[in-house]
């Protein structure tokens, strides 16, 4: 399953450009992820998702204790150079 951070998140709105039906903004201006949303068919683009968050905002859960921080392309792309 997958979690949002929304104190790190920008609401640039590029999860739910992504992939509408499972990252969406809430009443509050929040992100939401519907988990139950999340198939085969729409996992290359939930991970595409995840992996495009500026924000890093974006979290792969793999079980309670083990939390995997969202790739976040800018922070790579400085440690690169
Ligand atoms: S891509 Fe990241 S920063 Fe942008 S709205 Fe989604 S969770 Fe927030």
Do not use: H, W
């Amino acid at each position: 399953m997958f979690k949002v951070d929304n104190d790190k998140c920008y609401r640039c709105g590029i999860c739910t450009g992504i992939e509408l039906d499972v990252f969406q903004f809430n009443d509050e201006g929040n992100i939401q992820i519907n988990n139950d949303k999340i198939t085969e068919d729409n996992m290359d683009q939930v991970m595409t998702a995840i992996n495009s968050c500026p924000a890093g905002a974006l979290q792969m859960v793999m079980d309670d204790n083990a939390v995997r921080d969202g790739f976040n392309p800018i922070e790579n792309e400085k440690e690169d150079n």
